[in-house]
């Protein structure tokens, strides 16, 4: 007698929205909960290491989480860094074309 355990309703899906790397994440946990047969004589080891591994995957997604939240972050600041150059530019802009008008007036 063989005894499959499904698990996957365990891990946080959401985390695995925002990158390759975390679906191919999701890939291996899904692939490894199939290929999980337990024996009937060495469920109780069997099913303790298998439940270390999903609390091992799942805090290696909750990792990856934060290293994309970090990320995320930074893509922000960077963006508003990119926008202030932007306004400074086109200030720097405005300023120019209304000293050639002035010096052309002259």
Known sequence: ATVVICVLAIVPTEAFRSSR???????????AVRNVTLDPDD????????LLHIMDMRYTVGVQQEE?????????????VINELRATI????????????REEAL
């Open 68 to 80: 994309i939240d970090k990320l995320k972050a930074m893509i922000r600041q960077q963006r508003d």
């Open 90 to 101: 086109e200030g720097l802009e405005d300023a120019r074309r209304w000293r050639r008008t």
């Open 21 to 31: 790397q975390d679906r191919e994440s999701m890939a291996d946990l899904s692939e």
């Open 43 to 50: 469920s109780e080891d069997s099913s303790q290491e298998f």
